[in-house]
């Protein structure tokens, strides 16, 4: 609604409005002065409604935070509730969205984002940040790494989702509707799972368009990881988008993923490197006042390897997370249950050890290691 001055009534229209009151002047004006309150209060309070953000049920107005959930509808099966929080900053800015937890228990970046929830002051922010700290709520609760237990899907290969699909693809659907296509800018983290010993790093999706991939390396080197992976082989359709981070940028919202913390655990260098990559790209983004801080040198990495194990068994890594190697170096090895070594897992290129399993169960197939090959020309 909006509120301009001949909105208020004239002593004519007040007179109609409150006959009972309006015989004698003086009555007349107190009258009049508590009913232009009335209506300058509930103006404000429909201007505070315009100018608020709602998401899921939580709705902030200008210099206030929020939080509420985002039902996503029962289906094939269950329905889930995820929690989301708005900050709206007293000023106008820009909408960020930040995401955690596709992964419940990459914990690292799920409390990193707790801990954003804490320090964002709305009275500093300008624009919007619309927080979402764990989206697979059901793997955080189970301690199920790599999937969705309800379904076994992975929540962040099912975008942008389906709404007559599994939990993974409603769920994926509602946060590109209610999340994604609302945002300007949008931030997706992860980190090292359960079974996977990580060393940080961020991914900078390179799409072909100079514009918007200016944006998105800006955007990457203001949050200040410094090792890079440039990904520049993301599906282009966004009926098909397939990772979060893909489905805004294929929707012209430029996004990035971020990775920190491995094995389960929340080591405080980790959490720091993403509350304060946070409040860093939040300063690039102009949404909070200062300068970012933004990483000069990183190690940028021009492809991924993935080493996968030959064999199922029993696994001894050799090698560290971060560990630099050459190629045909060994990086661990499988025995059998009686001890015998039955495959060795060796570098195929020379990089650096982004992450390595960090458990000894080991079947056909799985991820030894994931090694980034390094580019001098990004
Ligand atoms: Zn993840």
Known sequence: MKCTKRAYPSTKDFQQFCPAVAYTAPAMKLSRLLCLLLMSAFCSAAMLAQNSFTLGNATAAPGQKATGILEVPAGVDAATSIPVV?????????????????????YASIIALEKVIQVLDPAQISGTVIIVPLLNIASFEQKVPHVNPVDGKSMNRFYPGKQDGTQTERAS????????????????????????????????????????????????????????IIWSDRPKDPAASRYLDNTANTRGKPAIAVEAGYSG???????????????????????????????????WLGKVDTVSSEQPGIFYPVVQRGTYVEAGMKIGYVTDYFGKTIYEARAPAAGVVLYICGVPSMKKGDTVANIGEITTNP
Request: hydrophobic share 40%; glycine share 8%.
């Open 86 to 106: 708005v900050v709206r900053g007293a000023k106008p800015g820009p909408v960020l969205a930040l995401v955690s937890g596709a992964h419940g228990t990459e």
């Open 173 to 228: 659907y509602v946060i590109t509707k209610q999340v994604v296509e609302r945002c300007d800018y949008l931030v997706d983290y992860h980190g090292g799972d359960l079974d996977e010993n990580l060393r940080p790093y961020a991914y900078w999706p390179k799409s072909g368009d100079a514009r918007h991939d200016a944006i998105t390396r800006d955007m990457v080197l203001a949050f200040g990881l410094d090792h890079v």
């Open 265 to 299: 655990t929340v080591q405080p260098d980790d959490v720091a490197l993403l509350t304060n990559g946070t409040l860093s790209l939040m300063r690039y983004l102009k949404m909070l006042p200062g300068a970012p801080t933004v990483v000069e040198h990183p190690v």
